[in-house]
């Protein structure tokens, strides 16, 4: 599949966030949004998932070469973690797995146990989602998102709170998702570096 953005842009009152940005992006390539602190990365990547709407111009979902997917049907086909995305903290993780799998946001045989292993945590499993630590809630968010069968990745700083061991572990599960098509918007060499395409959100101004 295709994202196609058309002259997106984007105004917060009197403020230009993003200016003219038209771009292509393919499943199976990965693109890195880079830009300073402050420069629209995440508003850009909001839009780009269909989750906030550019103040002009479009963006599109595509199948194949040109046949356009309905809006309604766009979230479905984002897996995004983010900072700023919160999980249901009441839950403890077996339930929020379960609560996924049921909205189908994750695959059916997905359990507990290799849910952990493949995010490399045992955690106590009564424990609830808001008493983990910060670290270990971004890699649950990335766990969710690298393990949902959708084809588009939108990760935003997705090494913030993380220790060297798992941006290690994160580093290697990218290098692993050949068919999606993945956007990070970062200001992390190490992440930027992990995408074919890097895009500056500083020609879009
Ligand atoms: N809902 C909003 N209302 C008003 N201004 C906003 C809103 N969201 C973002 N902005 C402004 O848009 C600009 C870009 O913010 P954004 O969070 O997209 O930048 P960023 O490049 O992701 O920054 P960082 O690297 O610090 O995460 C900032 O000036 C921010 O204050």
């Known amino acids: ?9 984007k105004k917060f009152r009197q403020e230009w966030v993003v200016r003219s940005f038209s771009y292509l992006f393919e499943s199976g390539q990965s693109y890195a949004l880079t830009g300073p602190n402050g420069s629209g990365k995440s508003t850009l990547l909001r839009i780009l998932a269909q989750y906030s ?5 479009q963006v599109q979902f595509l199948q194949g070469e040109s046949t356009r997917i309905e809006s309604d049907q ?24 379960n609560f996924l799998i049921q909205l189908k946001a994750l695959p059916n045989q997905l359990n507990l146990q290799n849910f952990q ?6 955690p106590d499993k009564s424990k609830f ?7 270990m809630r971004q890699k649950i968010k990335l766990g969710l998102a690298l393990l949902s069968e959708k084809p588009c990745l939108f990760l935003d700083e997705p090494t913030t709170n993380l220790d060297e061991k798992a941006k290690n ?14 956007i990070i918007a ?6 930027i570096d992990l995408c074919q395409h890097r895009i500056s959100i500083l020609d879009f101004k």
């Open 74 to 97: 766009c979230h479905s086909l984002v897996a995004y973690a983010a900072p700023y995305v919160e999980l249901i903290e009441e839950f403890t993780l077996s339930e929020l797995l």
């Open 186 to 191: 970062s200001n992390e060499v190490a992440e």
């Open 169 to 182: 572990w994160f580093y290697q599960k990218i290098k692993e998702q050949s068919n999606r098509l993945i």
């Open 117 to 122: 292993e493949y995010i490399e945590l045992q």
């Open 129 to 135: 989602i808001k008493n983990y630590s910060s670290g």
């Open 53 to 57: 709407l550019p103040t002009k111009g």
């Open 1 to 9: 599949m295709k994202i196609l953005a058309e002259h997106v842009e």
